[in-house]
Nanobody
């Protein structure tokens, strides 16, 4: 079955950078559309970024700061996060789907366990 594992989270000061990884097993990851979501304490999970074929989508809150990319040979999708802000603090999840929709949680079939990102002031 499909398994997704996020890594790369941690504690960083405002203005710093982190690169999150989402590694897939059990599938050829290139065949799937992949998204990143995040959930802060007391808030609902929200869309961050997605890649579908040659199309890339970002939430307005992260445009210009975050970059989603993939290395199909490594079955891995990345989220490069620059200029981090305290409001970026959340658990970050990657998700995968065959569904052509990639902007909503309900579009996704498989989810990772999440990785914590904490941005201090």
């Amino acid at each position: 079955q499909v398994q997704l594992v996020e890594s790369g989270g941690g504690l960083v000061q405002a203005g710093g950078s982190l690169r999150l990884s989402c590694a897939a097993s059990g599938v050829t990851f290139a065949a799937y559309n992949v998204g990143w979501f995040r959930q802060a304490p007391g808030k609902e999970r929200e869309f961050v970024a997605a890649i579908r074929g040659r199309s890339i989508y970002y939430a307005d809150s992260v445009k210009g700061r975050f970059t989603i990319s993939r290395d199909n040979a490594k079955n891995t999708v990345y989220l490069q996060m620059n200029s981090l802000k305290p409001d970026d603090t959340a658990v970050y999840y990657c998700a995968a789907t065959w569904n052509p929709g990639v902007l909503r949680m309900s579009d996704y079939t498989y989810w990772g366990q999440g990785t914590q990102v904490t941005v201090s002031s």
